[in-house]
């Protein structure tokens, strides 16, 4: 019986970038959630936002923003829902204007919703970020019944390859809310936290801000 291997981040990207076809799915809770903390009439920007749920239903609130999305399926369904979508890969705003331009332009809050772990330039986009707020959903590796099932490295193999770096080189693994917000403070989100989940559950939607809230 051959084992289910996962692929390295760059082939599973080839394949992303050539997907036509994006499940719709409706805002969960978690996303909800997500949504809730924006605060109304806020610039947002939502970093790979697969079919712009979350930023669709900001805007639904008042807010307005920019969205990016690797998949051709994902950007369109989002931009004919008349949202400000752009179709590119996040890691290549060294190279790409327009990327570049989408990513660093000013807005009040970042959104990360179970994207960082797919992104190789997380470090140098968190540095040079130009916001206040960010807000990161993902996986929470602690969560015990993760630890339990020994579930962890299955899905921490991508944050192997694109590690969490401190602002000062050091590599730290995101293994929980407190980590994310070290992994922030240090460039300089100094406030920060946990809306939900943690060690109790199987996610978690940290909150990090320059400014004190
Ligand atoms: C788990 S989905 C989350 C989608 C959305 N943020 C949400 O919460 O509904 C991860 C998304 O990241 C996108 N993605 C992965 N790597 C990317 C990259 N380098 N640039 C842009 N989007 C990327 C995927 O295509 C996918 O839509």
Known sequence: MSEKVTPDYETHKEELRHRTKYPEKPLNKRLQAIVSAIPAQSKVLDVACGTGRVLHAAIDKGCRGRGIEI????ALAAQQKGLDVLEGDV???????????LMFAEYDIA????????????????????VDTIIVFQKCPSYWKFRLNNERAKWLEYDKEK???????????????KAVARWGASYGYAYSKCLRGGFWHGSMIIKMSRIRF
């Open 91 to 101: 890691d290549t705003f060294d190279e790409n204007a327009e990327v570049h331009e």
């Open 71 to 74: 998949t051709p399926g994902g």
């Open 111 to 130: 959104i990360f919703s179970k994207c960082l772990m797919y992104l190789k330039t997380k470090n140098q986009i968190i540095d040079q970020l130009n």
């Open 163 to 177: 590690p969490y770096r401190l602002k000062g080189g050091e590599i730290i693994a995101i293994d929980s809310p």
